[in-house]
């Protein structure tokens, strides 16, 4: 299969795709003075990495002209195919942690195998921990001899002062029209593709400035139709796409812990009334791409496994999007709580109380605060219930809640009532995250307003952590579409075990 993107990715310092990033990379390289760290700041796809390539063969060349890569030396050679054990390419999304770092600077310590210069390029560089970022910048500020740093991130304020400062920096942006249109026309001339003007600026207009974007999606409408590319065939092409949740998508999502924007685009896709079923192996096809990749990546590993389980529960999930909610839940949230667990309270007792005084002053202040769902203007009573009232309609509830806000319901579907504690409801959940989404202001209010339907009268509530080990009786309460009928507890049970081990 061609891939042209790949093919005609810019392999000179004067190919880069943004010329001021050109001009300065060649006054970098040029320049007498010794440069040990750059930092490569920009948007997605604006050539960041490609650059970082191109310097580490321009550094290491044997035969320079004028600052550029001869690109026929064996040392040219071998950096383009990929090979060199001298080019370190670390993607600190994955790899964000102060072991990590350590390990790098071991390597570092080391003299290159077969170059002048080992050259670390670390991509999204702004995702490394505070710890690791620290024992990053000592390698910074003392770089062993032969070796250069290229930082890329996508996100330069995240980056520490101390380590910003050590660094050179040069900014990448999205191209404009003309840098976009330069781009692809490389491909065009390269491969004779005859391509109508409208056709082209609806290719441009859709890269969202991305180089990366702009030359895959080139390469896929080639692939698809041909040579010969009209109005027809793009438009045809963008209708088709458009709209679908893709694996890459969905990694990049993970990888930036933003539960939000997936649980949003899996609201979308539901009002789509797309089928969850296929998406689900769409996805599984693309980690297990990745995965034989690289198989040291114990991430995508644990993805593949949390999306095999949640088809276990497609069979029998009322609500079609459920499953693969609770499976992005567990594929971002472990994550969190994992990092987070060191600081925890070595007294969990003690927390639980101390995070329920934060809430109480904090519906206190309910009235001056603006929230999203209206509670009825006129005065609302507080009431009293008792457990057996809310496990009995704890499917009503969730049917009441479930307009509002389709996550809330499932984390409150992936929770359970606990007990009455002075005359406040505590809900169980089991993950840390599920807590913290469920007392954010405006989902707090979306599960009073649902209690307030079934109860007819206000009933406070908190979130409470179960115990670790409580983690395998957690719920599955599978409620049918009247919300009346409950399945019973060892069928609750099966499910659970059979979703999370
Ligand atoms: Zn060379």
């Not at 003075?33 to 580490?56: N, W, Y």
């Not at 539960?259 to 996805?283: C, N, S, T, V």
């Not at 809900?427 to 009073?448: A, C, D, G, P, T």
Request: aromatic fraction near 6%.
């Amino acid at each position: 299969m061609p891939v042209f993107h790949l093919k005609y990715r810019p392999q000179k310092v004067t190919d880069l795709d943004l010329p001021e990033v050109s001009d300065k990379i060649n006054s970098i390289i040029s320049s007498e003075t010794d440069f040990q760290s750059l930092l490569f700041a920009g948007p997605k796809g604006s050539g960041k990495t490609s650059a970082a390539r191109i310097i580490a063969k321009a550094v290491n060349c044997l035969k320079p002209k004028n600052g550029e890569a001869c690109r026929k030396c064996e040392n040219c050679l071998e950096i383009e195919k990929g090979n060199s054990l001298d080019i370190i390419e670390i993607d600190a999304a994955s790899n964000r942690g102060i072991d990590d770092v350590r390990g790098l600077k071991e390597n570092a310590y080391l003299s290159p195998i077969r170059l002048k210069k080992k050259i670390f390029i670390i991509d999204e560089v702004h995702m490394l921990t505070k710890e690791a970022f620290n024992a990053l910048l000592k390698i910074i500020e003392e770089p062993p001899k032969n070796t250069l740093f290229i930082l890329c991130t996508t996100d330069a304020q995240k980056i520490p002062e101390t380590v910003l400062s050590r660094l050179l920096k040069v900014n990448f942006r999205k191209g404009k029209e003309e840098d976009l249109e330069r781009s692809l026309q490389k491909v065009i001339k390269g491969e004779k593709i005859e391509i109508s003007e409208e056709a082209k600026n609806e290719i441009i207009v859709n890269s969202d400035g991305s180089f990366r974007n702009l030359q895959k999606t080139f390469n896929e409408i080639i692939l698809e139709f041909g040579n010969k590319i009209g109005k027809e065939e793009v438009e045809k092409y963008f209708e088709a796409s458009r709209g679908e949740y893709g694996g890459e998508e969905l990694e990049n999502d993970l990888r930036q812990r933003d539960i939000e924007e997936i649980i949003k685009k899996l609201e979308k896709m539901a009002e789509k009334g797309i089928d969850f079923g296929e998406l689900r192996l769409k996805w599984l096809s693309y980690f297990h791409q990745k995965m034989l990749l690289n198989l040291d990546d114990g991430e995508i590993k644990r993805w593949i496994e949390i999306l095999i389980k949640s088809g276990e529960m497609e069979k029998i999930a009322i609500i079609e999007q459920l499953p693969l909610e609770l499976a992005v839940i567990e594929m971002v949230g472990d994550r969190v709580i994992m990092s987070r667990s060191d600081n925890r309270d070595t007294n969990p007792v003690e927390k639980v109380d101390e995070e329920s005084r934060v809430i109480m002053s904090r519906s206190d202040n309910r009235d001056t605060n603006p929230i999203e769902v209206e509670m009825p203007k006129v005065d609302v009573k507080e009431i009293k219930v008792e457990l057996s009232e809310v496990e009995e309609k704890w499917g009503n509830i969730l049917g009441a809640v479930k307009p509002y806000n389709h996550s809330v319901e499932a984390f409150l579907r992936a929770a359970r009532p606990k007990k009455i504690k002075d005359g406040k409801l505590l809900i169980e959940v089991f993950y840390k995250f599920h807590k913290e989404k469920l007392e954010e202001e405006k989902n707090r209010k979306i599960v009073e307003m649902g209690l307030l339907k079934v109860f007819g009268g206000a009933v406070r509530f908190d979130c409470v952590l179960a115990e670790a080990d409580s983690k395998r009786t957690m719920p599955m309460a599978i409620v049918n579409k009247g919300d009346e009928k409950v399945v019973s507890e060892s069928e609750i049970y099966d499910v659970a075990k059979n979703i999370f081990g």
